[in-house]
């Protein structure tokens, strides 16, 4: 699905973010504030539907050209097709916002955690989100741009809090952790930041289901703010790591969770 204006010549040049699951939620989110922000944007999905349209419109407002890609993340074959799809839309890559992931398939007893469920979340969140960002990363090692370059993962508050009845996702998002830390590490001296958002309890349709029971435990007083967090709390907070105001900080790990990760006694 490609938009009007995809064909015209840049009049200026823009910094390109590629943004997995960026149809929805946080996702979505974060690619309206960068459409904001002054980047052009291809966003992912597994399926397209009227709403990859509408987005497109929506970045075309806000002076943005957009492009929608067709893409499964755990789909490890399709990465360097999915950066070439990029380059050749937008000219260049310079922010990989790792953003799309997947939920354990059955909540329940550690004990009875199947292969299933954890080669399922192991390979999207983990295997898939390693192996785009090291396709990325070439790419942008052998092509210099006058853009500050960033890799920034949409990691989760699980990355410390341990959820036993989810286990697959937790250990998932904790070895996001160390992704991120070993990215920094490599590519420190080329001028790519590293970063790991880790947004907490948040309004969208992946809680929507639970949003009974969290809206009790919220207003009992588990999140210190008090509220639920919604998609804007975290397309506002990954603007500095995108556009190079927080680039001395490359490897580092902001909570975005209304003090839920704060120790108390």
Not at 127 to 140: D, H, I, K, N, Y
Request: aromatic content about 6%; glycine content about 10%; some cysteine.
């Amino acid at each position: 699905m490609t938009s009007s204006n995809e064909l015209k010549t840049k009049t200026e040049s823009r910094p390109v973010a590629l943004v997995t699951g960026g149809r929805q939620g946080i996702g979505l989110a974060i690619v309206t504030r960068l459409a904001a922000a002054g980047f052009d944007i291809a966003f992912t999905a597994r399926s397209s539907s009227d709403k990859c349209t509408e987005i497109i419109a929506q970045c075309e407002t806000l002076g943005a050209r957009a492009k929608y890609i067709s893409s499964d993340l755990g789909d490890v074959s399709s990465h360097q097709t999915l950066v070439e799809q990029v380059v050749c839309w937008g000219g260049g890559l310079d922010c990989l916002v790792n953003n799309a992931g997947v939920g354990t398939l059955v909540r329940g007893d550690l004990l009875d955690l199947t292969t299933e469920s954890f080669d399922h979340v192991i390979g999207v969140n983990l295997r898939g989100t390693l192996f785009l960002s090291q396709a990325v990363a070439r790419w942008m090692l052998d092509n210099p741009s006058d853009h500050y370059r960033s890799i920034i993962s949409v990691s989760s508050v699980s990355a410390l809090m341990v959820s036993p009845e989810r286990a697959d996702y937790c250990m998932s998002k904790a070895a996001l952790a160390m992704m991120t830390k070993s990215f920094a590490l490599r590519f420190a001296a080329d001028n790519i930041g590293v970063f790991e958002l880790r947004p907490g309890i948040i309004q969208t349709g992946m809680t929507e289901a639970v949003s009974g029971k969290y809206d009790k435990r919220i207003a009992d007083g588990l999140v210190p703010a008090r509220r639920w967090g919604i998609p804007d709390d975290i397309g506002r907070a990954l603007l500095p790591f995108a556009v190079g105001d927080m680039a001395f900080a490359s490897g580092s790990a902001i909570e975005l969770d209304g003090g839920l990760s704060i120790n108390r006694l």
